[in-house]
């Protein structure tokens, strides 16, 4: 059987992952925050758009306008794709005290994302970042539990490709949050900083990759305008030296609000 690919917007990350990300499965991008994450996201939702598939930015902390007037200043506008009905960008904000309270409502998650993206209909969803959604709560084996749930039910429900973000601790070594996400999807991209002569290079590895030959090498990259993540050589070389729909319409209509706060732009 052939897997079938999708490009990732980054030729080169396209080559490394040996063609892509595969269709309908699930990846996880790591690394603190500022090295890039959310601008991969991006990238990987434009190279949809600019295909004309429709596709859905969830943001799970930050203001989704913030985040589309943020890829402004990289010259990407997405808020031409939201117009266009390609874009559907929202927000959800589940607290831990929720997660408590509903138990197992990863189902109404999925239903609000659903909903949100007129049915279901997109081919690629970002989740960013899943690590807001387990913030602060004390049971661990629910997040993951919750976690596992809702990479399963995108995966069978709705069937796009989908990509997680996850923040972590300054300096930590461990690849998420809560060092089990990684399990759960087919696949983990970290992104870095490596101090390299006194300069702060970004450094991208795939560390896990299903049903692809691994390439463990650490690459460097650098955000720049248009092209937003543009891959550079091997870390070793460089060593060597050398908004507007009602949102309060949407929230009242089907009766999220009692379990989500659902905002889109
Ligand atoms: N217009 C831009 N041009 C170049 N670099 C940018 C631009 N906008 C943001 N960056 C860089 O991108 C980084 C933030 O990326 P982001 O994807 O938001 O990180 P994360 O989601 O991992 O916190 C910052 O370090 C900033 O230097
Ligand atoms: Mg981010």
């Known amino acids: 059987m052939v897997l079938e690919r999708v490009s990732t917007g980054i030729p ?4 490394i992952l040996g063609g892509g990300f595969i269709r309908g499965k699930t990846y996880l991008i790591t690394g603190e925050t500022g090295v890039g994450k959310t601008i991969l996201t991006l990238q990987f939702l434009l190279e949809g758009l600019r295909n004309g598939e429709r596709v859905a930015y969830v943001s799970l902390d ?7 007037d943020g890829a402004l200043t990289l010259g990407w506008d997405l ?14 904000r589940i607290f831990s005290e929720d997660l408590r309270k509903y138990g197992k409502s990863s189902r109404a998650y999925i239903d609000t994302i659903i909903k949100m993206t007129n049915g279901g209909h ?19 084996f629910a997040v993951r539990e919750y976690i596992r749930e809702i990479i399963l039910f995108l995966e069978e429900k709705i069937g796009a490709t989908t990509v997680l973000t996850c923040d972590i601790p300054s300096g930590s070594t461990r690849l998420s949050r809560f060092g089990y996400e990684e399990f759960l ?9 490596r101090n390299v002569g006194g300069r ?38 460089l060593e060597s030296g050398q908004q ?3 949102v309060q319409q949407e929230q009242t209509e089907e009766g999220y609000p009692d379990e989500f706060d659902v905002r889109p732009p």
């Open 122 to 140: 997109v081919s690629r969803i970002v989740l960013d970042p899943i690590s807001a959604m387990a913030f602060g709560a004390l049971e661990e």
């Open 200 to 237: 702060l290079v970004r450094t991208l590895m795939v560390r896990k990759m299903r049903w692809s030959p691994a390439d463990m090498t650490v690459y460097t990259f650098e955000i720049m305008s248009k092209r937003g993540i543009v891959m550079g050589p091997p870390l070793s070389a």
């Open 244 to 246: 507007p729909f009602s």
């Open 12 to 15: 080169k990350l396209d080559r």
């Open 185 to 193: 999807s087919s696949g983990v991209i970290v992104l870095g900083l």
């Open 62 to 68: 930050e203001r989704v306008q913030g985040v589309l």
């Open 79 to 92: 808020w031409s794709y939201y117009r266009m009905g390609l874009l559907y960008p929202f927000e959800i």
